[in-house]
């Protein structure tokens, strides 16, 4: 680690630390002459297998808070800090989420539980309906979060628009949206403004049974329809249409012979908790990487090295 730290001690005010790294961040802590601040460098699954060869990191400033520098190191001293290092995860920033439904909301309670016992590095800063009446929306307001209604519509005329959403949820400095049972389709402006950042779950494996119309128990009776043996949930990021983004995450169910729509719903369900609390704590300790053709992979918190 030494030479890591000499190499970047040259570009950084001094004394400089070295708090966490992981697959995407880099993070370390320097003092300057105002105050001791954290410095949290993300870079990309791409320059990390460079680094592992031993070649050149190349960091970039992202935020405010975040410097950018250059450095070189062995894979050795990556590993071996890794490995000694069990301040990390309290010494990394929490994300600040923000949960959309338009229904009761148990995928939203599960991520918010996650969070309140440790699980979940972040925390739930505002929720977005589209139905003010929701127990999702209930759920939020119980618990002292925020609750914003979007679209605009004739019946929601306090809602805000697709600009003022984007802008609330930079007011709340929001780092990954999480849509959770949100029926409607996220608007072009929100995609684009929050790049690789927006979650989705979906009833089944897609990109079977995915698309517009497919929601709830229409889902379900379409899979038992078909004769489809196996179903379960599907975690991906959202672009600007349905059910279409990068997958992250599957789980997969039986389907059983005697099975009522309700029936797989439910047990689809219990999965879908476990799988999104899953995704939700990989996303916001940073161990989501890109593949080079674009597929999201989760790295593994046991041993970085494991993508899934
Ligand atoms: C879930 O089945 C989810 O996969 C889908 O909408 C449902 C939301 O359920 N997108 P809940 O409101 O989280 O209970």
């Avoid at 979940?120 to 002292?144: F, S, W």
Wanted: charged share 20%; aromatic share 8%.
């Amino acid at each position: 680690m030494e030479a890591l730290g000499s190499m970047i001690g040259t570009s950084l005010p001094s004394p400089t630390k070295f708090i966490h790294m992981s697959p995407k961040c880099l993070t370390i802590r320097l003092a300057s002459r105002d105050a001791v601040s954290h410095c949290k460098v993300p870079y990309r699954r791409q320059v990390l297998a460079k680094a592992f060869s031993g070649s050149e990191i190349v960091l970039q400033k992202a935020r405010s808070k975040t410097w950018g520098f250059e450095c070189r190191c062995s894979a050795q001293e990556m590993e071996s800090y890794a490995a000694t290092d069990n301040t990390s995860q309290s010494l990394t920033q929490r994300k600040r989420l923000a949960v959309f439904v338009s229904g009761g909301g148990s995928n939203f309670k599960a991520i918010h539980e996650a969070a309140k016992e440790g699980l979940v590095h972040g925390d739930i800063m505002v929720l977005v309906t589209d139905k003010p009446g929701c127990g999702g929306a209930e759920y939020a307001r119980d618990n002292q979060i925020p609750v914003i209604i979007f679209p605009r519509s004739m019946s929601s005329p306090d809602a805000v628009s697709a600009a003022e959403l984007v802008a609330t949820l930079r007011n709340f400095e929001v780092d990954f949206l999480l849509l959770a049972g949100f029926l409607k389709l996220i608007p072009i402006e929100l995609v684009q403004a929050f790049p690789r950042s927006i979650l989705n779950i979906h009833p089944s494996l897609l990109p079977a049974f995915g698309g517009k119309g497919f929601y709830g128990l229409k889902v379900h009776k379409a899979v038992i329809a078909s004769g489809a043996r196996y179903s379960g949930p599907t975690v991906h990021f959202v672009d600007e249409r349905y059910d279409t983004g990068r997958i992250v995450a599957q789980r997969v169910v039986p389907v059983l012979a005697d099975d009522t729509a309700e029936q797989l719903a439910a047990r689809v369900l219990h999965q879908e908790h476990q799988l999104y609390v899953e995704v939700v704590s990989a996303l916001c300790e940073d161990r989501i990487v890109w593949r080079e053709d674009g597929v999201p992979l989760i790295c593994s918190r046991e041993n970085p090295n494991k993508l899934y």
